[in-house]
C-alpha cells in the first residue's frame, strides 16, 4: 500500500528541502551550515525540523555538536515544538552513539573549566526533567545514565580530569529539588573504587564529595546507614592522608544529619513546606507529643488564629489545627490576641489557654483572655476578657507546679510591676494575687522550675526590639523573696525576646528549651515574618542560669540532651560579618544562617560573571546567593524563574579592609545583625554601615 501524504506536508518538505539545498550552495561553511540549520530547528515548524534533523545527521562528525546544541533548547519555556524533533534523534542515532551518550562525552571533555560547571548543572536539571515526566516526548533512561557515568568513572584510560567530571556530573544529579534516590548498584560500585588501591587518591576523594551529597539530598535513611557502615570499616586505613581526612568529614556530616537539629534564625516550615506561624508561642506534651502553638496575624497586624502544629522530636512539625480564630467569637473580630498559653487541668479533663487581649486599636485595654477545650489541637471555646482583680494585664505567661496548682503571671501597671496569681481549682478564673514584683519594668515572661528553684526569665521592655534578658528566682511563688536580676544572654539575648521555657525530659538527663522569638516587628516587617531561636539554657549549680549563641541546635527528645550542633570545620572561602559571625547555610540551602565558627556550610565559590560582578556559590548546596525584593536565599541558577541580574554580586572595597557585597538587580547592600537578624538586602540609606560590611 502507497502512502499518501497530505499537499501540505509535501509542500513543505520540497521548500525546506530547497531552501537548506540553496543557502549550502552559496558557498556557506559547513559550521556556519550548522549554525544555520539549528537556528531552522529552533523556529520552524515540526516537519521541517525533522527534515532539517535528518540533514544534520548526515553531516557526521559536526552533527553531534548540533545535536548537543538542541539540547540545551528544550530547557527553555518556548520551544515546545522543537520536543517533536528532539523525540526522533535516540530514533535516527546508531545505538552505540544515543543521545545521553553524545551529552555525557561532550561534558567530560569540554575544555573550558567555567562552560562544564555551567552546562553540568544545566544537563542535570534536564535529565531531572525528564525522567520526573515534566519532558515526556524525550525518552532518556535514569539507569543508563547513572551506568555510563560509572564506567567514565571507572575508565582508567581517561584523564583524572575527565573522571573526575563524571563524578561532579553524578553530583549534580543529586543535588538541589527533586532529587532522584540512587541506586544501591551504583552505591555498591562507588564503595569498590573508594576501597581499591590502584585508583588514584583525587578520584577518591571527589568520590566522598559524592557520597556527602548523597547524605544531605538522599532521603532514604538506609541509604546513609549504608555509607556509614562502609566508610566505618575503611575509616583512617587509605594510605593517603587526603583521602583519609575526607572520608572522616563524611562520617561527620552523617553523624550531624542523622541529629535533629534547627538552625536558629529561621522561620521553619512545617511538613507540608509551610511557613510555621507560632509566634510567642507556648509548647505542651501530651503523651509522646509535642504541641507547639502561638499567634497568627492578619494583614493588619490583628487576631486571625491561635495556630497549632504538632511534633515527636522538636524539629518535624505537622499543622494540626488552628484552635481559637478570629470567628469562634465576636470579641475576637478585630481585636488582637497575643502570648497564648495552654496548660492540662487533670481533674476537669480541659485544656485551659489563658493569653493577652487587646481591642485592635491600641495597647490601652491590657486585659486577659480565657478559652478551653477537651482535646489539645480541638477547637476552643472562648470565655471572655478581662482585668484580673482590676489589674492590667499584657504580656502573660501560665505555670502549672507539681501539686497541681496554676499561677498566671501578668505585667501589670504599665509593665512596671510583674503580678503572679493563683488560679482557682478548675484554671478557669482568678483565685488570688500571691506575690508582686515591683518596678522592674519587665514583660516576655517565662518560667520553669528545677533543684527547688523556681526560675523567672524575662525581657527588658523594649516592644517589638530585641533587648537584654535576665532571670530571678526563689523556693517559694507565693511568698518567696525573689533574687536579684541576673542577665541572661548578651544585651539583646542574641538578637531575640523569650516566649516560653520547655523541659525536655529524657533517659539520660532533663534540658531546658529556652524558645524566642526575632519578632519581624523590629525590623519593619509583619509579625508573621518573625522568626525562631531557641537556645539551650543551661543550669549551673543549684541558681544559676547561661544561654550561649547556638547556631544550630541539636535536639534529642529520647535522652533530654540538647547542645551545639557540630559540623566539620570549613575547608574553603568564607564570608565573614565585621562583628565576626560567618555567612552559612543548612538543609540543602533552605535556610541560612550566622555561624560563630566557619564550617563546610560557610564554604562559598566566587566567580567572575563579567569583568566586575561575580556569582557567590554555596559549596555545599551548588546554589547562588540572590536578592529578590530585599528577600536574600539560595537559588537554584538553572531555574527559569529568577533573573541573572538578581544572582550577580559587585565586592565594593572600603576603607576598612572590608567589602560591600552590593546586588547587580536591587542597588541592595547585603545586610545583617552579627547574628543573623535582619539578614536582607537594603538600600544604603537603610541601612546600618556596621552591618553592611564583610571580610572575605
Known amino acids: 500500500m502507497k502512502l499518501k501524504l497530505p499537499i501540505r506536508i509535501i509542500i513543505i518538505l520540497i521548500a525546506s528541502t530547497l531552501m537548506i539545498s540553496s543557502v549550502f550552495s552559496k558557498n556557506m561553511t559547513q559550521e556556519n551550515y550548522i549554525d544555520y540549520l539549528i537556528k531552522q530547528l529552533y523556529n520552524s515548524n515540526c516537519d521541517t525540523q525533522l527534515e532539517t534533523l535528518k540533514t544534520l545527521q548526515k553531516l557526521t562528525p559536526a552533527a553531534e555538536d548540533a545535536i548537543v546544541d538542541i539540547f540545551w533548547l528544550i530547557n527553555q519555556s518556548d520551544v515546545g515544538i522543537t520536543f517533536n524533533a528532539i523525540r526522533a534523534i535516540n530514533a535516527n542515532l546508531p545505538a552505540d552513539k544515543q543521545l545521553e551518550e553524545i551529552i555525557l562525552w561532550h561534558l567530560v571533555r569540554e575544555p573550558d573549566v567555567n562552560a562544564f560547571n555551567q552546562k553540568s548543572v544545566k544537563a542535570a536539571a534536564i535529565f531531572k526533567k525528564i525522567w520526573s515526566g515534566q519532558l515526556g516526548l524525550i525518552s532518556i533512561e535514569q539507569a543508563k545514565v547513572e551506568?555510563?557515568?560509572?564506567?567514565?568513572?571507572?575508565?582508567?584510560?581517561?584523564?583524572?580530569?575527565?573522571?573526575?567530571?563524571?563524578?561532579?556530573?553524578?553530583?549534580?544529579?543529586?543535588?538541589?529539588?527533586?532529587?532522584?534516590?540512587?541506586?544501591?548498584?551504583?552505591?555498591?560500585?562507588?564503595?569498590?573504587?573508594?576501597?581499591?588501591?590502584?585508583?588514584?587518591?583525587?578520584?577518591?576523594?571527589?568520590?566522598?564529595?559524592?557520597?556527602?551529597?548523597?547524605?544531605?539530598?538522599?532521603?532514604?535513611?538506609?541509604?546513609?546507614?549504608?555509607?556509614?557502615?562502609?566508610?566505618?570499616?575503611?575509616?583512617?586505613?587509605?594510605?593517603?592522608?587526603?583521602?583519609?581526612?575526607?572520608?572522616?568529614?563524611?562520617?561527620?556530616?552523617?553523624?550531624?544529619?542523622?541529629?535533629?537539629?534547627?538552625?536558629?534564625?529561621?522561620?521553619?516550615?512545617?511538613?507540608?513546606?509551610?511557613?510555621?506561624?507560632?509566634?510567642?508561642?507556648?509548647?505542651?506534651?501530651?503523651?509522646?507529643?509535642?504541641?507547639?502553638?502561638?499567634?497568627?496575624?492578619?494583614?493588619?497586624?490583628?487576631?486571625?488564629?491561635?495556630?497549632?502544629?504538632?511534633?515527636?522530636?522538636?524539629?518535624?512539625?505537622?499543622?494540626?489545627?488552628?484552635?481559637?480564630?478570629?470567628?469562634?467569637?465576636?470579641?475576637?473580630?478585630?481585636?488582637?490576641?497575643?502570648?497564648?498559653?495552654?496548660?492540662?487541668?487533670?481533674?476537669?479533663?480541659?485544656?485551659?489557654?489563658?493569653?493577652?487581649?487587646?481591642?485592635?486599636?491600641?495597647?490601652?485595654?491590657?486585659?486577659?483572655?480565657?478559652?478551653?477545650?477537651?482535646?489539645?489541637?480541638?477547637?476552643?471555646?472562648?470565655?471572655?476578657?478581662?482585668?484580673?482583680?482590676?489589674?492590667?494585664?499584657?504580656?502573660?505567661?501560665?505555670?502549672?507546679?507539681?501539686?497541681?496548682?496554676?499561677?498566671?503571671?501578668?505585667?501589670?501597671?504599665?509593665?512596671?510591676?510583674?503580678?503572679?496569681?493563683?488560679?482557682?481549682?478548675?484554671?478557669?478564673?482568678?483565685?488570688?494575687?500571691?506575690?508582686?514584683?515591683?518596678?522592674?519594668?519587665?514583660?516576655?515572661?517565662?518560667?520553669?522550675?528545677?533543684?527547688?528553684?523556681?526560675?523567672?526569665?524575662?525581657?527588658?521592655?523594649?516592644?517589638?526590639?530585641?533587648?537584654?534578658?535576665?532571670?530571678?528566682?526563689?523556693?517559694?511563688?507565693?511568698?518567696?523573696?525573689?533574687?536579684?536580676?541576673?542577665?541572661?544572654?548578651?544585651?539583646?539575648?542574641?538578637?531575640?525576646?523569650?516566649?516560653?521555657?520547655?523541659?525536655?525530659?529524657?533517659?539520660?538527663?532533663?534540658?531546658?528549651?529556652?524558645?524566642?522569638?526575632?519578632?519581624?516587628?523590629?525590623?519593619?516587617?509583619?509579625?508573621?515574618?518573625?522568626?525562631y531561636v531557641w537556645f539551650n539554657l543551661e543550669l549551673n549549680g543549684a541558681n544559676t542560669l547561661t544561654i550561649n549563641w547556638y547556631p544550630k541546635l541539636e535536639i534529642d527528645t529520647t535522652t533530654g540532651v540538647v547542645r551545639k550542633a557540630v559540623l566539620p570545620m570549613s575547608e574553603g572561602q568564607n564570608i565573614m560579618h565585621s562583628q565576626g559571625t560567618f555567612l552559612s547555610a543548612a538543609d540543602n540551602g533552605k535556610y541560612l544562617y550566622m555561624s560563630d565558627k566557619p564550617s563546610i556550610e560557610s564554604d562559598w565559590e566566587i566567580t567572575q560573571a563579567d569583568e566586575n560582578w561575580v556569582y557567590i556559590k554555596h559549596t555545599v548546596s551548588g546554589q547562588y546567593l540572590q536578592d529578590s525584593h530585599g528577600v536574600i536565599s539560595l537559588v537554584n541558577k538553572e531555574n527559569t524563574n529568577i533573573s541573572e541580574h538578581n544572582i550577580q554580586w559587585l565586592l565594593s572595597e572600603t576603607d576598612n579592609n572590608s567589602v560591600n557585597i552590593i546586588n547587580k538587580a536591587t542597588g541592595n547592600y547585603l545586610h545583617s545583625w552579627p547574628y543573623g537578624a535582619d539578614l536582607a538586602g537594603k538600600q544604603l540609606n537603610d541601612a546600618q554601615s556596621a552591618y553592611i560590611r564583610w571580610i572575605i
Open 147 to 531: 551506568s555510563m557515568l560509572l564506567s567514565m568513572i571507572r575508565d582508567e584510560n581517561l584523564a583524572k580530569t575527565e573522571r573526575i567530571r563524571a563524578l561532579q556530573l553524578m553530583n549534580n544529579l543529586l543535588m538541589g529539588t527533586d532529587p532522584y534516590t540512587i541506586s544501591d548498584q551504583f552505591l555498591t560500585a562507588l564503595f569498590s573504587i573508594l576501597t581499591d588501591s590502584e585508583q588514584a587518591p583525587e578520584i577518591k576523594s571527589s568520590l566522598t564529595q559524592l557520597l556527602t551529597t548523597i547524605v544531605l539530598y538522599q532521603e532514604e535513611g538506609q541509604i546513609t546507614e549504608n555509607i556509614y557502615q562502609q566508610l566505618n570499616k575503611i575509616r583512617g586505613k587509605s594510605e593517603s592522608a587526603e583521602v583519609n581526612k575526607a572520608v572522616e568529614r563524611v562520617l561527620t556530616i552523617i553523624y550531624s544529619t542523622n541529629k535533629v537539629v534547627v538552625v536558629n534564625g529561621n522561620q521553619w516550615l512545617d511538613t507540608d513546606g509551610n511557613p510555621i506561624h507560632a509566634h510567642s508561642s507556648g509548647v505542651i506534651k501530651v503523651d509522646d507529643t509535642y504541641y507547639w502553638f502561638g499567634e497568627y496575624r492578619k494583614a493588619d497586624w490583628n487576631f486571625k488564629a491561635v495556630r497549632m502544629y504538632k511534633s515527636k522530636d522538636l524539629k518535624n512539625w505537622q499543622f494540626a489545627n488552628d484552635i481559637l480564630t478570629e470567628d469562634s467569637h465576636p470579641d475576637l473580630n478585630g481585636r488582637l490576641i497575643e502570648r497564648p498559653k495552654i496548660i492540662y487541668n487533670e481533674q476537669t479533663g480541659k485544656y485551659v489557654m489563658w493569653m493577652h487581649w487587646e481591642n485592635g486599636e491600641h495597647y490601652g485595654e491590657a486585659r486577659a483572655a480565657v478559652a478551653y477545650c477537651d482535646i489539645v489541637d480541638g477547637n476552643y471555646e472562648y470565655l471572655g476578657s478581662f482585668r484580673p482583680l482590676g489589674n492590667m494585664s499584657r504580656d502573660c505567661t501560665l505555670f502549672k507546679d507539681n501539686n497541681g496548682t496554676a499561677y498566671f503571671i501578668s505585667a501589670a501597671k504599665e509593665n512596671y510591676d510583674l503580678n503572679i496569681y493563683r488560679l482557682t481549682d478548675d484554671y478557669l478564673a482568678i483565685d488570688e494575687l500571691v506575690q508582686i514584683i515591683a518596678g522592674q519594668h519587665r514583660e516576655a515572661p517565662a518560667i520553669f522550675k528545677a533543684n527547688e528553684y523556681y526560675f523567672l526569665v524575662t525581657s527588658v521592655c523594649s516592644g517589638w526590639n530585641p533587648g537584654q534578658g535576665a532571670y530571678a528566682y526563689t523556693t517559694d511563688l507565693e511568698s518567696g523573696n525573689w533574687s536579684p536580676l541576673h542577665n541572661l544572654g548578651n544585651n539583646t539575648t542574641f538578637e531575640s525576646q523569650g516566649n516560653f521555657i520547655l523541659p525536655i525530659e529524657g533517659t539520660s538527663t532533663t534540658s531546658y528549651l529556652f524558645m524566642a522569638d526575632r519578632h519581624g516587628g523590629a525590623y519593619g516587617q509583619h509579625p508573621n515574618t518573625s522568626k
